[in-house]
């Protein structure tokens, strides 16, 4: 699954995308994810965005989930 730091204009997201999960799966995986970085975030066409550069927590909590973590961009 893949982990990435976007900076947009006006803030910096973190994006996971390749998850294979139903929509409702996703929001809810997202929903956790939110809480446990202390933030907001959105799922986006599969993709849940992550406000902030918080890859090194969202390893973390996915790794505890299960997941394999691949790491890409800055």
Known sequence: HL???VDLPAKTVTTIAGLSLASD??????SEL?????TGGTVRD???E????RRARLVEQLELRGY???LAGG
């Not at 939110?34 to 202390?38: D, P, V």
């Not at 992550?50 to 550069?53: L, S």
């Open 3 to 5: 982990l990435r730091k």
């Open 50 to 53: 992550i406000q902030g550069d």
């Open 34 to 38: 939110k809480r446990a970085c202390g």
């Open 25 to 30: 799966a996703l929001a809810e995986l997202a």
């Open 68 to 70: 394999t973590v691949k």
């Open 46 to 48: 599969y993709v849940i």
